[in-house]
């Protein structure tokens, strides 16, 4: 048996000692003597190219989603594999990652760089978490300051993926465990998942909810029906699998609280969606956000934060981390 203090295993204190200790030297404003614009740079640059294409935003938001649930916030999901190392995003659970989120990644750092004074003094984990507060803002969603000074990770490795992100099909007790290995509560994971209000996704990851749910229900009977034939309709069997349809069949391009009212109504794209409204131990919180988009935005910005904690490398660079020249290989 492991050891325990009031019940909780040692490793884990251990492990939130360390997240509690990394978090504290992140800092609002971290850039003020060293590149003071930073903001204002990204910024613009992510705004030029959400102008270019509307998937910049999903797009980039799901980038600092599977990058925080790895290996930490530390930009190692943009490493590009070698022929002596498979990164992180050739690892079958991010294939389907849009290339938007990654260029966005890379272009706000060449602006950034361009400046004088700033040149590799921004980690590309900094900048795709401004990013990706800059899309969620421009999408209609709730401005936040963020918390910087993180640094870039050394190794991406596409084993080290496995078993570390949510899947379409998972439950309730799955999604809270996943969520609090990562520090992260039942009320952050459900504001996290509102990610979903924006973006798209492959046929083939919720097929199974209206072509084989089960034998005797073919279709998932907590679909909505007219939503269901939607979907058949929009994903015939053997559809091209390049096929992409909006997860939020309401307002798509609009980053808000109707996430929550399409799950009252039976259209959560997937099982992991539609589980925090038939389960009852998370249908109350879904219930008052799809009432108020004021207590939503408020928990997703606490969520964020939280998200933007995780697992990150600090300090002076080194054996920790370092500020990487380009943000898809290692210096």
Request: net charge positive; with cysteine; hydrophobic share 35%.
């Amino acid at each position: 048996m492991g050891r325990f203090y009031n019940n909780i295993p040692l490793t884990l204190l251990s492990l939130s000692c360390l997240c509690i200790l990394a978090s504290a030297q992140l800092k609002q404003n971290y850039y003020a003597s060293t590149c003071p614009n930073v903001e204002s740079i990204v910024r613009k640059a992510v705004q030029l190219k959400f102008q270019q294409t509307f998937v910049t935003a999903p797009a980039t938001l799901r980038l600092f989603f599977h990058d925080c649930f790895v290996q930490g916030c530390d930009a190692s999901v943009i490493i590009q594999s070698t022929g002596s190392n498979k990164a992180e995003k050739d690892n079958p659970d991010n294939i389907s990652l849009a290339g938007d989120g990654f260029d966005t990644v890379i272009k706000a750092k060449a602006a950034v760089d361009a400046v004088s004074g700033c040149r590799n003094k921004v980690s590309c984990a900094d900048i795709l978490t401004m990013a990706t507060r800059d899309v969620i803002a421009l999408t209609g969603g709730p401005s936040y300051a963020v918390e910087l000074g993180r640094l870039d990770g050394l190794k991406s490795t596409a084993a080290s993926v496995t078993g570390k992100l949510p899947h379409p099909n998972f439950n309730l007790n799955q999604l809270n465990s996943l969520f609090a290995a990562n520090g992260l509560n039942q009320n952050d994971m459900i504001a996290l998942s509102a990610a979903h209000t924006i973006g798209f996704s492959h046929c083939s990851k919720f097929s199974n909810r209206i072509y084989n749910f089960t034998k005797s229900n073919p279709i998932d009977p907590t679909l909505n029906k007219q939503y269901a034939s939607q979907l058949i309709q929009m994903c015939p069997k053997n559809v091209d699998p390049r096929i992409a349809i909006n997860m939020d069949p309401a307002t798509p391009r609009k980053f808000d609280n109707a996430y929550y009212k399409n799950l009252q109504g039976g259209k959560g794209l997937f099982t992991s969606d539609q589980v925090l409204f038939t389960d009852s131990r998370s249908k109350s919180v879904v219930n008052a956000w799809a009432t108020s988009s004021q207590s939503f935005n408020s928990a997703f910005i606490t969520a964020m934060t939280k998200l933007g904690r995780v697992g990150v490398k600090t300090g002076k660079p080194g054996p920790n981390g370092n500020i990487r020249v380009r943000c898809d290989a290692f210096n």
